[in-house]
């Protein structure tokens, strides 16, 4: 089984805080991705990485960056976070991009 | 943007009924994905269908992929308090990228 593992499950962090995600896939995907999900507006793609320190923005990059150094690692950066930040974050990985595996997701508030 | 459009957007049925969700876009995919989510949980991948006129079962889960290749249908048989959760389809315009819709949440009551 494809096995997205994310680094925490909820956080907590003040404005104005630089937070980082985590997300490791041990499939040897090329592909791997960062969403955001709110009630209403369903999935957003933040930034996605077909390769290694390769990445491309998505819908909603703004305020966010992203690092990849290894192939099974894939990080998500919230520079200074925001309270309109707050929400479900989910990474997730696959060897195509239209068949994407999900982590369990991390939700994150913003205070 | 591709704008996938599901229906529902909420259902909240007996255990043992009958259930169809939809999705529906005017543009094509080449290919359709269907998740389903448990709250406080990532979406987990169902079936990926990917000719049109396709159908794949699963169990108790029939997926239907529209001949035109833009639309889907999920049909659940005898619903069971399990199937509870958000169900969310996703269509690949090509080789980049997935456009999710902004799912069906279907409650089981036992």
């Known amino acids: 089984d494809v096995k997205v593992t994310q680094s925490s499950r909820y956080l907590v962090k003040r404005t104005g805080e630089k937070v980082f995600l985590e997300c490791v896939q041990d499939m040897d995907h090329e592909n791997m991705f960062w969403y955001r999900q709110d009630p209403g507006l369903g999935l957003r793609l933040i930034y996605f990485s077909y390769d290694v320190k390769m990445k491309e923005k998505g819908d909603i990059p703004e305020g966010y960056s992203v690092s990849r150094e290894k192939k099974e690692r894939f990080s998500l950066i919230l520079e200074s976070a925001s309270t309109n930040q707050t929400s479900m974050y989910l990474c997730?990985?696959?060897?195509?991009?239209?068949?994407?595996?999900f982590g369990p997701g991390t939700r994150l508030l913003v205070l | 943007t591709q704008l996938l459009e599901q229906s529902p957007q909420f259902l909240s049925i007996q255990e043992g009924e009958n259930l169809t969700v939809y999705c529906n876009s005017s543009s094509v995919f080449s290919s359709l994905q269907w998740y389903r989510q448990e709250p406080g949980e990532g979406p987990v991948l169902l079936v990926t269908?990917?000719?049109?006129?396709e159908v794949k079962k699963l169990k108790r889960l029939t997926f239907q992929f529209g001949d035109a290749r833009k639309d889907s249908s999920l049909h659940i048989t005898a619903a069971q308090p399990g199937d509870t959760g958000l169900y969310l389809c996703a269509g690949a315009p090509g080789a980049n990228n997935l456009f999710f819709g902004t799912g069906t949440r279907l409650t089981v009551i036992p």
């Open positions: 269908v990917v000719t049109g006129g």
């Open positions: 997730a990985s696959g060897r195509y991009q239209e068949t994407q595996y």
